[in-house]
């Protein structure tokens, strides 16, 4: 009977191994999700580039020294008075508060839709990787590297485009 009980151990455990060798995240999954990260990344920074516009070109607020006048005084009546903040000024600050605010909404709606298309991630496979990653650490140090590697490859090819 202990050798009975052995032997359906000895299955079960090797069973258990190959389920865990047939859910290792692969190199090709780990290069899609890191690929999700820095069109990601690439998008924030797009964003960010937008709301920075928004601030130095706007006709209403003369520079981001401006911006900056209005934003320590926003809120403030008195302050808002002090500082003589116009009524256009206001309108273009909250227009950029506003975009600012919807910025957090907005990139994590574009990296759903990311997650969610299987020719680009898919769920399951940001799922099983995402999972992975926070187990291991070697894993996520890989992780890590390809995204740099993905990111300096970008800039160099941006700065080859730029020549």
Do not use: C, H
């Given at each position: 009977?202990k050798k009975?009980m052995?032997?359906?151990?000895?299955f079960s455990?090797m069973?258990?191994?190959?389920?865990?060798?047939?859910?290792a995240?692969?190199?090709e999954?780990?290069?899609?999700?890191?690929?999700?990260?820095?069109m990601?990344s690439?998008y924030?920074?797009a964003?960010?580039?937008e709301?920075?516009?928004?601030i130095?070109?706007?006709e209403?607020?003369?520079?981001?020294?401006?911006?900056?006048e209005?934003?320590a005084a926003?809120?403030?009546?008195?302050?808002m008075?002090e500082?003589?903040?116009?009524d256009a000024e206001?309108?273009?600050y909250?227009?950029v508060?506003d975009?600012?605010?919807?910025?957090?909404?907005?990139?994590k709606?574009?990296k759903?839709?990311?997650?969610m298309?299987?020719t680009?991630l898919?769920?399951?496979?940001?799922?099983?990787v995402?999972?992975?990653i926070?187990?291991?650490?070697?894993?996520?140090a890989?992780?890590?590297?390809?995204i740099?590697?993905?990111?300096?490859?970008?800039?160099a090819e941006?700065?080859?485009?730029?020549k």
């Amino acid at each position: 009977m202990k050798k009975l009980m052995l032997f359906g151990m000895f299955f079960s455990m090797m069973g258990l191994v190959a389920y865990a060798q047939d859910d290792a995240v692969t190199d090709e999954e780990l290069a899609k999700f890191a690929n999700v990260e820095v069109m990601t990344s690439n998008y924030v920074d797009a964003k960010t580039e937008e709301l920075r516009n928004m601030i130095l070109n706007n006709e209403n607020i003369d520079g981001g020294a401006r911006y900056n006048e209005i934003k320590a005084a926003w809120g403030d009546e008195a302050k808002m008075a002090e500082a003589n903040i116009t009524d256009a000024e206001k309108a273009a600050y909250q227009a950029v508060q506003d975009f600012q605010d919807s910025l957090q909404e907005s990139v994590k709606e574009y990296k759903t839709e990311l997650i969610m298309d299987d020719t680009i991630l898919g769920a399951g496979t940001y799922n099983k990787v995402n999972g992975a990653i926070k187990e291991d650490p070697a894993l996520k140090a890989k992780l890590d590297a390809m995204i740099d590697a993905q990111k300096a490859k970008e800039a160099a090819e941006k700065a080859e485009d730029g020549k």
